[in-house]
């Protein structure tokens, strides 16, 4: 790896919030999308010669069509409750990461072209003309920010800075400055169906290679089956899963339950793809038409039933937006959820008796549970508010025997993103990734001292591929982080009787 | 004095209007917004009702900000609730024969007064001494504490210092409903309360001080958590 340009930051024994340091991340920005890559989506090229008026006309129209972000502008009272919530802020100490000033980035100028006393009075309520300077600012805040909702548990009215996060891309997209890495992906889906831009006989090729491979590990035949017509099931999972460590345990695991319980269910390689990041760059448009592949996948295979594999954010565009945006369901089983969760399907099967486990196959592991921001502040598993903690962990503790959760504060609804959520995952923010991980990584930490915990178990796709990166910055190994359904599989009694 | 008695009618009727003008337009502004996608910050209530009790807690318990920032929230709460019993309190300026109840909360009114002062000396003290609460302090924010601080301050002066004529001032109130301008006491002190309070009821719709209806709209507050149950569609839902 090339040698860092940056101070990895130190693990305390407790988590402190750091002093603020204005301009500390002033340096870091993604790659700007290239033209291709802007106007696949509908974008212009580049930046547009009369942005500023483009830009605030965006802005008068998505506070118009959003009551959140029009809320959300006049409502805060800058009571600072935010302040010390987000990692971002935490692990880079730049004031701008603080939720509220990153909203206030755009409030500065809301305030000063489309309130009455912004206009008039600018200075007092700290209003500011739309610059070119403030521009490149919400370029570089508005991706420093996962769309984690942490700041929304806390803030008094339920301000969102993922709202603002997400209307800010939009605008800096519709005057030509899109981010590289998001956009590129989405064009991908476009073409070919995932993020990945796995093709389909790409596609056929992994999964008969699994086939073998869990052939060899069990001598039981199970199968992982693509545009198969007439399945039950469509699994819609993260590309990621088709190969990535350690994603591909996770799929292993998945087609271990259907096995087992004897579910009929299929890939599509129409829809090879959960993730969804037509959410992150904002704009509705966009992820309605990624998502629709997900509907005209399951009408052309006939299935009954729509299972979403391990992905936080994809979860949320599944169970929040799309019977918004690409239902209704009516044409699938409505004894079933739609769409459901992989693990609400085998927690299900577990309570019918359907799984049985052999626990010792993870006694090696003490295990720890990151809950997922996009699963845990965006989204629901069962019937009851909060079974999105209790049914990941109940699948853990169905299969190890040894499980200890992190500090209080750090999980559930208060869970810490990952740091590299809502299309940041990539190389050229390593620097915000790394120092945002920090205080997740410090929680680890706690339990690693404390319980010896061995493994950390997520059900998100960007959390495997951003903890392996980062662990081992911090001096962690990086296969410490595991799908759940690695455990539920490792663990899983094949070819019994059922 | 006759002259600022009806320089004061007019400037409790101006702001009045402008209060009740500018909150409702803005309330309708917000309900005319659609809400397009179900973002409730979960894990949040699948109900109605669920939903309506959740609003309650924020706006009874600031239950969110309990959660933040045990300072915060017991300088907020303490000078909002200060702030409340303080303003039922003057009901009795509105109210003849006083309403019972108005009668009962007198005398915990008062101590509402010392209430309010000491929770926005703490809140303001964050602002000066937190350096994150300082960075996103604006001057109007500053401004904003001063006001209500001078407010509540002059109030308790009338109470203990400078008492007012009240038997005269709740005339002048009582007439004000009547839309007849009776003698307003010309005592400074006072004058100087009531010009504080037209001006704040006339910055209320342009202010920061729009979270009070801005919480009601709030889409991760006020939304059940049932996206899977119910279709959610709204204005731009269809794009
Ligand atoms: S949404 Fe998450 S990343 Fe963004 S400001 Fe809030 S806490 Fe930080
Ligand atoms: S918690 Fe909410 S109201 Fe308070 S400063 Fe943050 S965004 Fe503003």
Redesign the interface.
Known sequence: MKKLEFDIPVITHYPK?P??Q?DAMAHCQPFIAKTEHQESLGFPGELVENWHDKAIEKMGEL??????L???M????????????CHYFLGTAD?KN?P??RQ?LMRKVYRRYF???GKHFP????AIDLTKEVLDDWYKYYHQCSEC?RC?????????TA?ITMAGREILASVGVGQKYSNEIIGKVFKIGNNLGLPEPALVDTLEGLEEEVKEDTDVDVRFPVDQKGADVLLVTPSADFFAEPHVDGLIGYAKVFHQAGISWTLSSHASEAANFGMFIGS??NM?RVAMRVREAALELGVKRIIVGECGHAWRVA???W???I??FDFLDPNY???QHICESTYDLIQQGALKFNKEENDDKVVTFHDSCNV?????MG?M??G??VIPRALIKASCNHFVDMRQETIH??TFCCGGGGGLLTDDLLELRIKGALPRVQALHEVIEDHGVTHMAAICAICKSQFTKVLPSYGMGMDMIISVHQLVGDALELGKER | MYFVSILYAGLFYLATLILVIGVAR?VY??SR???????P??????TKSGVAARLFR?VVL?E??F???KW?WLF?WVFHFGLLLALLRHLRYFTDPVWSWVGVIQSAGVYAGYAMVFGLLG?WG??IF????K???????H?MLALILAIAGSGLLMKYIFHTDVVTLKLFMLGLLQFQIKLLPGDPVLLIHLGLVICLMS?FP???L??AP??F?????NQA?N??ER???S???R?
């Open positions: 919030t002093a603020v204005p506070l118009g069509k959003y009551r959140s029009q809320v959300f006049d409502s805060c009272v800058k009571c600072g409750a935010c302040t010390d919530k004031p603080m509220v000033a206030d309130t009455f006393a200075k007092l309520v700290g909702r929304s548990v806390y803030c008094p009215y339920g301000i969102d709202e509705q448009d309605q169970y929040s937006f019977n918004t945006l239902g209704p959820p739609a769409p845990s502040r965006a989204s629901r019937t508010p909060g999105q903690f609804e208060g | 803005k502004i917000y917004i659609p809400a397009p996608l179900k973002i910050t979960t894990p949040a209530p699948t924020e600031f969110s900000l959660k933040a920032s915060t907020g809140l964050r602002r937190v350096d994150r609460v960075y996103i302090s604006s001057p109007s924010d401004l910055i342009i202010s920061k729009l979270h801005g919480l709209f709030s889409p991760t507050r958590d996206p899977r279709r959610h569609m204005g731009g839902s794009a």
